[in-house]
């Protein structure tokens, strides 16, 4: 792999970035449209369509994403990213009781069946990437993780070069996700004598969804957010001091399984004016305008893209004289199109 570079080299040679990864039971939910792509995987491996790759013996179904981006060398290989990888074994509730964490999986585990992975794909790639959702730095490589992928959007971007530090420290790769932050709409019952209602993230203090305003508020912080997430997770993972700019990996990813309840969906809202008396009877928050969510990382793309693309278009193109336009007359002979110079 390639050593350190700038964001533009990276984006602009058609590193991964800045697209939506989704995440489901199945492996490989979305992949970058570059040979060799998703469906070649699925027409190799269709055992992977029927099944997770990391067949592991306790009732939680991992679930992961696949893609497979181009290098900085120019080599494909498929990254997969999981969803709650390495856990704790047991947990303990507000009333101070412990419970057994029901997905929890022991490294040894999952290190048979990463090498399990790596070893039915080593034939076609000769490197596979695997993701952990998962801040611990002791288990996750002795799990056989290359590297963490988290999905945390209470995580704040402030917080990403601490964590991209302790990666690299332990060798590990790292991806910090793009996210508009947590919204969450709150049941209407629950039988949890521990449940809490979330707070919005990122914190706006007194906000009051009820006003126009507070409304307007809440739609800046998100976009506010997008754009911290963005700039951050692309700062330490092209900073030349820390893992992934050693050894030429850059991922973005944006963090969202669509879950409205949740209030993260990048997917387009109602504008405020569109929301019928009945949906604003219960309590729906939508902005002005309600897809600003979707606006704000194409914005963020086609300012590293669209430059360095028009700089490779003019590089690229031969250099012509357009003879038609000169306004001397044109010797019989001449061409009647265009010459190089």
Known sequence: ???ARTRRDFL?????????LAVSPLVAAAAQAAPPGLADLRRLYPDLERRPPLDLS??????LGA??????????GPVFKSFRTVLPEISTDCLGEEHPVSDFTSHSAWRRQTDSLRDTLRADFDHVILLADSLEFARTPASGFDGIGIYDNFIPPEQYRGYAEGASRAGLLFSFNVNPGYDQIEPRETSDPCYAPRDFAPPTPSLDFGTAVGRERAALASAAR?????EETLAV????????????????????????HEGHAFEPMKDWAELTPDERALGYRNPERGDYRLRTPGELQRSILEPALRKARISSAPRIER??????????SSPTSSRRV
């Open 1 to 3: 792999m390639a050593g």
């Open 237 to 260: 993972q092209l900073d030349p001091d820390l893992a992934n700019a050693r050894k030429g990996f850059l991922l973005v990813y944006v963090n969202s399984f669509n879950e409205w």
């Open 12 to 20: 602009a040679q058609g590193l991964w970035a800045g697209a939506a």
């Open 323 to 332: 003879v038609a336009s000169s306004s001397y007359p044109r010797p019989a």
């Open 67 to 76: 893609l497979l981006p181009r290098n900085a060398d120019g080599r494909f």
């Open 58 to 63: 306790t009732r939680y179904v991992p679930k």
């Open 226 to 230: 997008i754009r911290a997430s963005w």
